[in-house]
């Protein structure tokens, strides 16, 4: 499995999770039936999957007001869906984590947006991602 196929696993994960909102103590049960379900085997996916949703959830408080703070005025969290926001999150945490280049976040992010959601999602993400790179002073 490639990075961009590991990643579009990994956002299935956090989709999903964003929509069932379990408990914190419940992460790493969802991970394994996820990783199970999916007969993911590789341990470098599997390896992907369990830091990147940890990595989110164990920095939720620091990524979300990110987010927030690049929305536009009008907007809350609340409003952007929860496809954008799984997307969001997942990217934004490469983004502050990762040690790939946010060039390279961004366009997977645009990738999982053009295909998960609505015609006008891949200009939201690019946009809030954009600006989170300009705030985080990591334009080049």
Excluded: H
């Excluded at 992010?109 to 891949?122: F, M, Q, T, V």
């Amino acid at each position: 499995m490639n990075r961009s196929e590991t990643r579009n696993m990994a956002y299935k994960l956090l989709y999903s999770l964003e929509i069932q909102k379990p408990e914190k103590n419940e992460i790493q049960e969802q991970i394994e039936i996820f990783i199970a379900n999916n007969d993911i085997t590789e341990n470098n996916v599997k390896d992907y999957i369990y830091d990147v949703i940890n990595g989110i959830y164990e920095n939720e408080d620091k990524i979300i007001p990110i987010i927030e703070k690049n929305l536009k005025d009008e907007w809350t969290i609340d409003r952007v869906s929860k496809t954008n926001l799984s997307i969001l999150k997942l990217a934004t945490f490469e983004i502050i984590y990762s040690k790939l280049p946010y060039k390279v976040v961004i366009n997977e992010a645009i990738e999982l947006a053009k295909r998960y959601g609505d015609d006008n999602s891949y200009f939201f993400v690019n946009g809030i991602l954009a600006n989170i790179v300009k705030e985080l002073k990591l334009e080049d």
